[in-house]
Nanobody, 123 residues
Framework: QVQLVESGGGLVQPGGSLRLSCAVS??????IGWFRQVPGKTREGISC????????YYVDSVKGRFTISRDNAKNTVYLQMNSLKPEDSAYYYC??????????????????WGQGTQVSVSS
């Protein structure tokens, strides 16, 4: 079973940056996605990176501000978050799944999940 461990969350001021990391036990065959969830709301996919060609996908709300990348040597996926806004505050989860595009980046196609890390954007 694939295991994922997130790190890097914390409190940051609006306009600031954070980098989240996701260490993955079995890396090669899975797309890795980042999701976020605000209490009381549905968990939403925000970005993913494929296993085959490292192609990426972003939802509109983070496009241009967040960058996903993977380091195959370290079995780690990163989410660099810049120009953070208060509405980015959430629990962030990484997950391993079937693919990476607007169709696959959903709860239905990602089977293995990390425990989450909290991001708070506030002055």
């Amino acid at each position: 079973q694939v295991q994922l461990v997130e790190s890097g969350g914390g409190l940051v001021q609006p306009g600031g940056s954070l980098r989240l990391s996701c260490a993955v036990s079995e890396f090669a065959d899975y797309a890795i996605g980042w999701f976020r969830q605000v209490p009381g709301k549905t968990r939403e996919g925000i970005s993913c990176i494929s296993s085959s060609d490292a192609s990426t996908y972003y939802v509109d709300s983070v496009k241009g501000r967040f960058t996903i990348s993977r380091d195959n040597a370290k079995n780690t996926v990163y989410l660099q978050m810049n120009s953070l806004k208060p509405e980015d505050s959430a629990y962030y989860y990484c997950a391993a799944g079937d693919g990476c595009d607007s169709y696959y980046l959903s709860l239905f196609h990602y089977d293995y999940w990390g425990q989450g890390t909290q991001v708070s954007v506030s002055s």
